[in-house]
């Protein structure tokens, strides 16, 4: 009885090891797959739906203080000089204003001269990479565990991938990108080292997704 036990206890081991061994392998192939690239009809036809979306739950996002959306929203805005979205930013700037959110550091992802209050936001708060996008918009370094977040404009940060991606942050190089972008916006280094530094960047995400 006792060996007819251990008998199924391994083939139900096994069994659910197979499984977790196609989906896995399923999900590899999933990523790596050749897809033709899209169209620029597909692209705008996706805009248009990603601009009809904001404008039905436009209460919702005037809700939503994340100035690293609205950072987005409004280079999308500038990019394409569509009309919903020069509309939608100026009822934003309405809000921030009314609610002193304008009054942040981190509203220098929409204005880099704005005059804001630099020394209100709790940075022992704040998780490393959120410390190097401080550092962005107010061209102030900010004390990590080891040293400072100018160790964020090191190309090696995120690797190797094993353990720095896979392991730890999937999002390790697109918060890196995101600050070396923002310092780039807000003209805190050298300008001649931001490209560089954000070329390689792009090639390590886009080695990740391979």
């Known amino acids: ?28 192939w999933l990523g790596n797959r050749d897809v033709p690239p899209t169209t620029e009809a597909q692209r705008q036809q996706a ?11 436009e209460t919702a996002l005037l809700r939503d203080s994340n100035m690293a959306l609205w950072w987005f929203v409004q280079t999308a805005a500038q990019r394409t000089n569509d009309a919903d979205l020069r509309a939608l930013l ?11 959110i304008n009054r942040l550091p981190w509203w220098h992802m929409m204005d880099p001269k704005a005059d804001t209050l630099r020394h209100i936001v709790p940075l022992d708060a704040l998780e490393p990479y959120q410390r190097f996008l401080y550092h962005a918009v107010t061209c102030e370094p900010v004390a990590l565990a080891e040293g400072d977040t100018r ?51 792009l090639q390590d995400i886009e080695h990740q997704m391979q």
């Open 1 to 28: 009885m006792k060996n007819r036990w251990l008998r199924r206890s391994v083939n139900a081991v096994l069994f659910v090891g197979l499984i977790a061994v196609s989906l896995a392998a399923w999900a590899l």
């Open 47 to 57: 805009f248009r739906r990603a601009v009809a979306w904001m404008r039905a739950h």
């Open 90 to 100: 100026l009822r934003q700037r309405a809000v921030a204003t009314q609610d002193g």
């Open 151 to 201: 160790a964020f404009l090191a190309p090696a940060l995120c690797q190797p991938m094993l353990t720095q991606v896979i392991l730890d942050d999937p999002a390790c190089t697109t918060h890196q990108l995101a600050g070396v972008m923002l310092m780039a916006h807000m003209a805190c280094a050298p300008q001649h080292t931001l490209p560089p530094l954000a070329h390689a960047l």
